[in-house]
């Protein structure tokens, strides 16, 4: 569910921070009591530049399982944290991508990694355990995504993976290409080991498996976007995910609005999850992370 178009980081492989705030609802709780979801990830934009996200979570958290917010963290303040807490939120997610400098630059938020660092501990130890960060797996961070995942287990944080794909902002230059795939391929042995003994490590094997393949082919099909979760735009509008057109308002969907979706050019984690098979090893993993 996104809940603002506008980012306050420079991403230059999304177009987000390049849009106006744009129209969008005050209460979002109509809109989640009509589709009924399990999960509701509340997202952007970046969602923390809404002055009334703590409302946003109370509203949604009566109709729906479990809440999640995906934030770069630049607006993050423990008082914050505490307040999403009591309004109902799940989980927190942080986009992290580097350990070091490289997050700064990229994000364009001056000592943002050490902000990271030195909140992360803090909300962990007075509001709650459950922290996420969601790392993309891209050229620039090949180096840097098994470190990030044995950091993160050191600091007791769960991390989740996606792939980079160059349809958001029109952009290939994080694509990792032909002469890196056999490099690609050994970090991506690496996670899946780290994911048995760590146990930080939400991502599945179905999609750590098809990373290779996406970026070999830079598209994977069989998309269940608008069948197994849909996006709600900031105004209340509804599309199969925040990549695809909106389809219609809020108050005229159904659950058989979408049929099958012929998109194929990401592996993000929200469709590699949404597509992995549900076997039996997988619901234990489910249970016990």
Known sequence: M????????????????KMEAGPRLRDYGPVISKIKPIVVSINGGEPLLRTDIFDIVAQVK??????NIITNAGLLTLDKAKKLRE?????????????????????????????????VPQ????????VVFNTIIMDSNLDQVVALAKHAHQMGVK???SAYSS???DNDSEVIGENDQQKLKDVIEELKELRRTQKNILSSEYFFDHVPIFFEHEKIGGCKAGQRWVTVTPDGYIQPCSETARVCHYTEWSPNKFGDIACD?????????????????????????
């Open 2 to 17: 996104e809940v603002i178009k506008s980012c306050n980081a420079t991403c230059h492989f999304c177009v987000c921070w």
């Open 62 to 67: 009566p109709h729906t399982i479990y809440t």
């Open 87 to 119: 309004n109902g939120l799940d989980q927190l997610t942080i986009s992290l991508d580097y350990l070091d400098e490289r997050h700064n630059k990229v994000r364009g938020v001056p000592d943002l990694v050490n902000h990271i660092m030195t909140l």
């Open 123 to 130: 909300i962990k130890k007075e509001v709650f355990d459950n």
């Open 159 to 161: 991390v989740s993976f």
């Open 167 to 169: 349809n958001k902002a």
């Open 265 to 289: 050019v990401c592996w993000y984690a929200c469709r590699a999850e949404s597509q992995a098979p549900v076997t039996p090893k997988r619901l234990v993993e489910w249970m016990t992370r």
